[in-house]
């Protein structure tokens, strides 16, 4: 398997009509998908995941999921975490785990 890193900004370059924000987070969206859905929830369809599933409290993500899910954030998109962001309202949902990954975070990304 091969991993791809990508920073944000490159997953998604903006299209016409469409505000690069709001197309930015939903490439974002659909990589983090990928991703849960290759590791945890395979043969699922994409369409069941919906932004806002609560991912931990369902049970699809549990802790030793979350730190795998936490280093996969960082090595795709290029990204620190460290340990004040460790709350669970940052990798409920793929919403949220999007918004934290763009989310600027000073001191905290990779170079």
Do not use: C
Not at 16 to 33: K, L, N, P, Q, W
Not at 60 to 81: C, N, P, Q, R, Y
Request: hydrophobic share 40%; no cysteine; charged share 20%.
């Amino acid at each position: 398997m091969t991993t791809n890193i990508h920073t944000v900004s490159e997953i998604a370059p903006p299209t016409a009509g469409t505000d690069s924000s709001e197309a930015g987070t939903a490439a974002v969206i659909t990589t983090i998908r990928e991703y849960i859905i290759e590791e945890f929830l395979p043969g699922t369809d994409p369409a069941r995941i919906s932004t806002q599933m609560d991912l931990l409290n369902s049970g699809i993500i549990d802790s030793l999921g979350l730190l795998k899910l936490i280093a996969w954030l960082e090595t795709h998109f290029e990204v620190g975490i460290d340990d004040t962001d460790l709350d669970p309202v940052n990798f409920g949902s793929l919403q949220a785990i999007a918004e934290f990954v763009e989310r600027p975070r000073s001191g905290h990304d990779l170079p």
